[in-house]
């Protein structure tokens, strides 16, 4: 009706246009009788003749006219309204609050015929809240959902309409209830996009993926083996990792006698993660008489779009994977990262000439600079600063400038650092933070130790200005790494830092000579994080410290720095009263860090003596400081402990390591500890 109360008007208007230049017309009339007589008389008669014919146009023909256009109209409406209804894409119309107004057959047919009036539109799609509404007028916005095996787009768009009266155009419908509506529609379309998915899916499942498959201690293993059965062994690997990809059509050729290049499929890709890999477990399950088994590493790269690409990330993933220890899968896609298996511990080589090749190159990179400026991570422990010492030491005996980067010291190292601050026979040796940056130029190489995380580090903005970097570590990998390391050794099997850095003296070259404080800072970096030499010893560690006792290392002396005093005596004591058992094997137990200087020291010290409890497969002690919750974990050989930390943002060793919150209290982050181990004992991971 208002759409014919306002084209009525109009209508009349144009139909009085006649009549309006009927009154020109007689002037120019008049003008002619002034002229002729009878050129007016005849103007005259036309002249009558046209409002004549005006008049008849207007009274009879203007209601005929109207009614035409009316019906035009109306009939427009009514075609528009049909094809509304007929579209093939399913499409409806709400108010703000989710009420539906309107809906298509499509509609109605895909939620199955049970639209009742101003029925929500989340009882049928419960993503479809009033709150992911655009929030714009005219806006528009997508979401995705599934319906009935079907997955769909669904297109939001904003309809801005006022005084939307109970019985307009839109309420002529069956579906659509009696009243007004708030003034605002959303307009539904539901784009079926179920076989485009299945294709995309179909696409990515015949994706070639790239691997790279290495035995990590084949030399090893195989030298354990009596001699006649060397050969038996090595064809017994070779045939259980042929035979186990092969299930998957996989493409796999050996490139060495203890490495592999893998093509496959995509899908088969989703199906050995559904597995986790259980061809680790199998190759270490060979034995003919080996005393050490074999372990396996696996770098994948995922959703590459070309083959080069996909080498280029399984060369990523392997290097990663053998970083963190080996005996484990990871599958690099883009910025993605996941990791399989790495239950066993690090296999500790022998042989020196890895250590022997990064002193040497370690050298070369040192004479080059003028500056060197060494760091470990930030809240520095004895292994940290005993490394740094004995890197101090190499770059000193090279002529070189050489400064350690320190912020605040701990309790856990300040009789350490002592000795060394205002010692004359270590002028300058520790910097701040601040003084670092400043010095920092073209010519200056940072050397990181004892962590492979930029954002652990003493000073994070170093690594960024420095244009040469070495990192030295014992820590496993993790994802995030210092990408611009000129020199990376990261030697998982190692207990300490400073056990790397002790044997990396031994092999730089002659000139290098510790004096008795290097010795001894460099000692207790092993003692401390070997907690004695309790924890990820070998043959190699002893050797270091042979060495370092050799050099001037005094243990009376180092053990009377470490002592601890009565209120952290007494601390510990509390944590390890309030230990409580989780799952049967697991001990959990509270740090109280009130009037302590290192509390988080006193925090992996409770850990370390909650793991002589028997039964006690891992232990993870709780330290609240400086609104930061410090979590200590510890384990002997039954679970990794880094893989647990790993999945709440830590890292570490698969005995020692840790992470932290800064979101919650105590308690909260006990239950999410207690949350990941839930899931991997429910997933087999534990």
Known sequence: MDRKKKLVPILK?????????????????????????????????????????????YLIRRKRLVGELVSFAVGYGTIQRRLSSELELPYALVDAEGSILWADSNFVKMVGN??????????????????????????????????????YRVLLKDVAVDGLEGDSFWS????????????????????????????????????????????????????????????????????????????????????????????????????????????????????????????????????????????????????????????????????????????????????????????????????????????????GDADSFGAAVGVYRIAASLNKEAHIVLGESTSAIDVMVDRFRGNPEYPGMIVTPAEALEMCDNMTLVVVVDVNRPSHTECPDLIGKARAVVVLDHHRQSSEAIDNAALSYIEPSASSASEIISEIIQYIGTGVKLKQLDSDAMFAGIMIDSNNFQAKTGIRTFEAAAFLRRNGADIIRIRKAFRADMNEYMAKARGIASAEVFMDCYAFA????????????IGAQIANELMDVSNIKASFVFTEYNDIIYVS????????????MEKLGGGGHMSVAGTQFNDCDVNEAMERVKEVLRRMKEGGEI
């Open 13 to 57: 208007n144009i139909l009085k246009t006649p009549i309006y230049l009927f009154a020109l017309l007689v002037f120019m009339n008049i003008y002619m009788y002034v002229f002729d007589i009878k050129a007016g008389i005849v103007t005259s008669i036309f002249l009558l003749i046209y409002a004549a014919a005006s008049v008849i146009i």
């Open 114 to 151: 049970k639209v009742k009036t101003r029925q929500s539109v989340t009882d049928f799609f419960p993503q479809l809240d009033p709150e992911v509404f655009p929030e714009k007028d005219g806006a528009d916005k997508e979401i995705l959902l599934d319906h009935n095996d079907s997955n």
């Open 172 to 379: 002529s419908e069956k579906h659509v209830p009696a009243g007004k509506s708030s003034g605002r529609l959303i307009a539904l379309y539901f784009y079926d996009e179920t076989q485009i998915n299945s294709l995309k899916r179909e696409l990515s499942d015949r994706e070639t993926v790239v691997g790279l498959v290495y035995i990590d201690n084949y030399d090893e293993a195989l030298e354990s083996v009596q001699e006649e059965r060397k050969s038996f062994f090595a064809a017994m690997l070779d045939r259980r990792i042929n035979k186990y990809f092969l299930n998957y059509e996989a493409l796999i050729r050996q490139l060495e006698k203890d490495k592999y290049i893998l093509v496959l499929q995509n899908r088969y890709l989703e199906e050995l993660k559904s597995a986790k890999f259980p061809i680790l477990d199998e190759l270490r399950s060979v034995n003919i008489g080996n005393e050490i088994s074999a372990t396996l590493s696996i770098g994948i790269g995922a959703h590459a779009n070309d083959l080069n690409r996909g080498y280029e990330e399984a060369r990523a993933a392997i290097d990663l994977a053998l970083g963190r220890g080996g005996d484990q899968v990871v599958i690099r896609g883009g910025d993605a990262i996941e990791y399989y298996g790495g239950k066993s511990s690090s296999v500790e080589k022998n042989t020196r000439v890895k250590s022997r090749v990064k002193a040497q190159a370690l050298r070369e990179i040192i004479e080059t600079k003028d500056r060197i400026l060494i760091m470990g991570h930030s809240n």
């Open 590 to 601: 509270e740090c109280d860090a009130k009037g302590l200087e290192s509390p988080t020291v």
């Open 633 to 644: 974990a510890r384990s002997i050989d039954e679970l990794n402990v880094q893989v647990v």
